[in-house]
Nanobody
Framework: QVQLVESGGGLVQAGGSLRLSCARS????????MGWFRQAPGNRRELVAR???????NYADSVKGRFIISSDNVKNTVSLQMNNLKPEDTAIYYC?????????WGQGTQVTVSS
């Protein structure tokens, strides 16, 4: 059974940095992509960043130049380095794994950016 466990959320002042990590357990043949989504109160869940099984990345326009996604296929982790955080980055961040047409989700980790 596949499980995703996020860590690294917290409270930070605007302009600060946080690093989120997602550890994957369970046997998977091949990964389409892993990524991070976020959901703020009253908003829809939105893509933040994604990395494919061959290492291609894409980012939401709002985080380009500030966030960096990376994966470690040996440790089965995906990380999100978040720099120059802004209050509008405040949300619950969810790790996502896509295998074929099926998506798995972590439980989410809260990121709060104070002004």
């Amino acid at each position: 059974q596949v499980q995703l466990v996020e860590s690294g959320g917290g409270l930070v002042q605007a302009g600060g940095s946080l690093r989120l990590s997602c550890a994957r357990s369970g046997s998977i043949r091949s990964i389409n992509s892993m990524g991070w989504f976020r959901q703020a109160p009253g908003n829809r869940r939105e893509l933040v960043a994604r990395i494919t099984g061959v290492g291609n990345t894409n980012y939401a326009d709002s985080v380009k130049g500030r966030f960096i996604i990376s994966s470690d296929n040996v440790k089965n982790t995906v990380s999100l380095q978040m720099n120059n955080l802004k209050p509008e980055d405040t949300a619950i961040y969810y790790c996502n794994l896509v295998v074929g047409t099926y998506g798995y989700w972590g439980q989410g980790t809260q990121v709060t950016v104070s002004s």
